[in-house]
């Protein structure tokens, strides 16, 4: 029976998958880890499932029984002479009915209670569990963000967050419920024949051997996917997103994204169908056997019952009994064959909470401590994971720079030069692969990660453009002082965005962008200052960095932002990243970088001077204002 899917072209094959043993272990632990999931989010939900489950597992077979003497009392009431025999025997037939009703309601009302606790339950721990993934996505490094690999597991741990823990919990109660009934019905079906109980039960067991192997197939299916479903979701993003909608028409990019987003579609619907026809057959065919073992039975009772070895109750009774007993054992084994591929899938959600967080930062010897006050760079290198071959690819290397507090700083150089890397080490937002970066003498790992925080202020090229209110775009440069409008108010002003402030009907409340109602969109310049706006709410930091977040304002707007920005950033340190030389040269000092290397250092006019690689480029710009 061949489970393992066709590998798309240039994926790799599904994992083999692991041994039933294995399999068992890995599945009782993952209960056990899903169920304090759930006690966590609803114990009184737990409590209470645990309760109506046993109930209603104990009724059904006393309800076949109640039955089997109902028939039992109409028989001896129509047997009994007319007058009071036959009225005593009517009562008690009618006094069974009842009772079988009361049974009836009283399973009725636990089914009904059972799912509304189930469907309580479930928002209660979606909520949870998705506020649990968020939670470890802010205490995870820039680093994991900028990693394929990490981003599977995420997609898939959010993918199962709000489903399979309460499923896997359903389950395990599904198998107690299901033990519960069977036994019940087992102590009626031996006094008709041991054996034959047995052979009802055990032809089940080949069905949930498929089931269980066709679950396996479809988790490592869906696992080995992971990548292309977000390349699917992305395309689909793509398609369907304001953001992109403009290129995608002016450029005609509409029909190739969608044929490569059905192609990638089609792909998955063929492993889908596969797996979905072989499991769809297999299960057919064997649930034959257990069907041709059930109605032998029946056969066999029947007999007996013709022979008068047994009363038409008793009939009745083995006949429920053999239905009801097999369909509780088939509930058992679809229950273990469901925790089976839920623990599956949960160790998704377990994969990604596992990811270390609580890591020392230091990761090499701390650098001497220096009596000193400002930045300085000694002996730096670094390089991504996985860039080039065998990730040898340098974005810095070789570094030593020390910049002086309250000096400003510029840096120059072409794109992947190493600029943005420089300010990400400086921000302590990745750490040197070699040497160490100091502030204050200190090396940077030796710091409170808050306090660094606090004491630099930076804007990114690639800012954020958050659909939130105005107040919220530019106040989260200080999130602590949201409310404090004269704050919010001098940053607006600092930032250069008085004027589009005052243009906005309902001013510091107006909601940005497009995605929810109301909204009105910026243009990119006028992105740019609340984002310049959102670096000066930061009063405190004594480490001012823009990494060319001007690119969308002409040449004198930007000049005008910087002069603005040196005046007020007088007495802190200041490193600006833009590729306009008369920017540039307002600084006190300049540093060229070229692959990952500083191959330049001074002031504009020194550059200049020594009529090297700065020189020539600012010479090029300059030619371009002729």
């Known amino acids: 029976m061949a489970v393992v899917p066709h590998p798309l072209p240039g994926l790799t094959p599904p994992a083999p998958e692991v041994g039933l043993g294995a399999r068992l272990k890995a599945s009782a632990k993952h209960s056990a880890r899903a169920l304090g999931l759930v006690w966590d989010s609803a114990p009184g939900g737990v409590i209470a499932l645990g309760v109506f489950t ?84 802010l205490r995870l490094d820039l680093a994991h963000f900028e990693d394929a690999e990490f981003y599977d597991k995420l997609t898939r741990a959010r993918r199962e967050a709000s ?35 047995l052979a009802v039960l055990v032809a089940t067991i080949p069905a949930f051997i498929a089931e269980a192997r066709f679950s396996g197939a479809a988790f490592r299916l869906r696992n080995w996917r992971s990548p292309d479903s977000r390349r699917l979701t992305y395309l689909e993003y793509v398609l369907a997103n304001d953001e992109h909608a403009k290129e995608v ?47 032998g039975s029946y056969a066999l009772i029947v007999a007996a019952t013709v022979r008068g070895r047994l009363s038409l109750g008793d009939m009745t009774l083995g006949l429920v009994a053999f239905r009801q007993g097999q369909q509780s054992f088939q509930a058992v084994l679809s229950a273990l064959g469901g925790m089976y591929e839920d623990t599956l899938y949960m160790s998704n959600l377990f994969d990604y909470f596992a990811i270390p967080t609580d890591v020392p930062k230091v990761s090499g010897p701390l650098a001497v401590v220096r009596a000193e006050e400002g930045i300085r760079f000694e002996g730096v290198g670094f390089r991504y994971p996985g860039t080039g071959p065998d990730g040898e690819r340098w974005a810095l290397r070789g570094v030593d720079v020390f910049i002086p507090k309250g000096q400003s700083l510029a840096l120059v150089g072409e794109n992947g030069a190493g600029k943005t890397t420089f300010i990400k080490l400086l921000a ?129 707007a930007e000049h005008a932002v910087f002069q603005r920005f040196k005046a ?59």
């Open 428 to 556: 302590n937002l990745y750490q040197p692969t070699e040497g160490s970066v100091l502030l204050d003498g200190r090396d940077l790992r030796s710091w409170d990660e808050q306090a660094l925080r606090r004491r630099i202020g930076v804007i990114f090229q690639d800012f954020n453009e958050y659909q939130l209110a105005l107040r919220e775009n530019v106040a989260f440069g200080s999130v602590e002082h949201l409310a404090d409008d004269l704050r919010v108010g001098r940053a607006v002003d600092q930032g250069g965005a008085k004027e589009l402030v005052a243009g906005l009907s309902a001013g510091l409340e107006t909601q940005l962008g497009r995605w929810f109602g109301g909204g009105v969109e910026l243009s990119g310049g006028q992105w740019q200052k609340v984002a310049l706006a959102r670096a000066f709410m930061r009063t405190d930091a004594d480490i001012l960095i823009l990494d060319e977040p001007t690119a969308a304002l002409d040449a004198e």
């Open 163 to 197: 489903t399979r823990p309460l499923s896997l919990i359903q389950s395990n109660f599904q198998v107690v419920r299901g033990a519960l009934t069977l036994v019940g019905y087992i102590a009626l079906l031996v006094r008709f024949s041991g054996w034959m109980a």
């Open 54 to 137: 046993v109930i209603a597992a104990a009724l059904p077979p006393f309800v076949a029984y109640v039955g089997k003497m109902i028939i039992d009392a109409v028989i001896a009431a129509h047997a009994a002479a007319p007058g009071l025999a036959r009225h005593a025997a009517l009562l008690r037939a009618v006094r069974l009915v009842g009772l079988e009703l009361a049974a009836v309601v009283v399973i009725a009302g636990c089914e009904r209670v059972l799912g509304l606790v189930r469907q309580l339950v479930g928002l209660r721990l979606g909520i949870d569990l998705n506020v649990r993934i968020l939670e470890k996505a």
């Open 249 to 295: 028409k002016l450029f005609g990019l509409g029909p190739l994204l969608l044929d490569r987003y059905k192609t990638l579609a089609e792909s998955f619907f063929a492993g889908d169908r596969a797996l979905a026809v072989r499991r769809a057959a297999w299960g057919y065919a064997l649930s034959l056997v257990s069907t041709a073992v059930f109605y």
């Open 568 to 626: 007020l950033a007088a007495g802190r340190t200041t490193i600006l990243i833009s590729h306009r030389f008369p920017t540039v040269r307002m600084a006190d000092r300049i540093l060229v970088l070229e692959a990952g290397r500083v191959v330049e250092d001074g002031s504009h006019a020194q550059l200049v001077a020594a009529g090297r690689r700065y020189a020539r480029m600012f010479g090029l710009q300059a030619a371009g204002y002729l």
